[in-house]
């Protein structure tokens, strides 16, 4: 069995840090039975998409339409408000990840590809990943939440249509984190999922031996539990990296 380790805020520190060989030894892991995805940040995400595919409803999604709607809204809702100057980083370093490649096999010119999009809306970072029919990742996107969920998920979706609109049939959309029942009036989605089922989807998909999953999140971090695929158990406290 094996166990798998995520971090959506500043994922290099997955990637990159003494943080997973650590977790290794202390759980007396060999090397291969802890996984840290390449695409940890955008996990639940992904598990938003899966789930969009079993609800199998085979409608198609316009993100153009998506933007539009927000754009609207947002440019109804008003809200008169003061705030104190934002929090400014002086002392400390932030570690910032640099996006990675996606194996993107769609070219100008080819057939459309069927896509299904999930939506990650966290306290902390909002993530949009693009898949195929199997589970293959054709798009994503990353942007801090900035205290504006609404406009967060727009900038994502006009970043994503940038990238791959023109080449993709969206089917279905499935939105997960704080943020997921706002978001998903918006964008019609098929499925509204937790966190914690959309993170075990996305890992189950990636190896389906996997039996624990470690999530650090914005806010809070989450332990994962599962048994032949299926959550068993789950703890969640207040250690985020924020």
């Not at 109804?76 to 194996?103: G, H, I, M």
């Not at 998909?205 to 999530?215: N, Q, R, Y």
Request: hydrophobic content about 40%.
């Amino acid at each position: 069995m094996k166990t798998m380790y995520t971090i959506e805020e500043f994922a290099e520190l997955a990637l990159k840090s003494k943080t997973p060989p650590r977790i290794a030894g202390l759980l007396n892991l060999k090397d291969d039975e802890l996984i840290v995805p390449e695409y940890c940040a955008w996990m639940a995400a992904i598990g938003a998409a899966l789930m969009s595919i079993k609800e199998n409803r085979n409608r198609e999604v316009k993100l153009t339409d998506c933007i539009t709607k927000l754009n609207k809204y947002l440019q109804e809702y008003k809200v008169d408000w003061r705030a104190l100057p934002p929090l400014a980083v002086k002392k400390s370093q932030l570690l910032y990840f640099s996006n990675p490649s996606t194996n993107c096999d769609i070219r100008v010119g080819d057939r459309k590809v069927d896509a299904y999009i999930g939506v990650d809306v966290g306290s902390t970072s909002t993530k949009v990943a693009a898949i195929d029919k199997h589970g293959n990742l054709l798009g994503e996107v990353y942007l801090w939440t900035a205290g504006r969920p609404l406009e967060a998920v727009r900038e994502c979706l006009r970043q994503l249509y940038a990238k791959i609109g023109k080449h993709i049939n969206v089917k279905g959309a499935g939105t997960t984190g704080s943020g997921r029942y706002l978001t998903g009036d918006f964008i019609g989605a098929d499925v509204v999922v937790n966190e914690i089922t959309a993170q075990a989807t996305a890992a189950v998909h990636i190896d389906p031996t996997v039996d624990t999953i470690f999530e650090i999140g914005g806010q809070d971090s989450k332990y994962i539990s599962l048994d032949n695929g299926v959550i068993v158990d789950f703890e969640m406290n207040k250690g985020g990296v924020r």
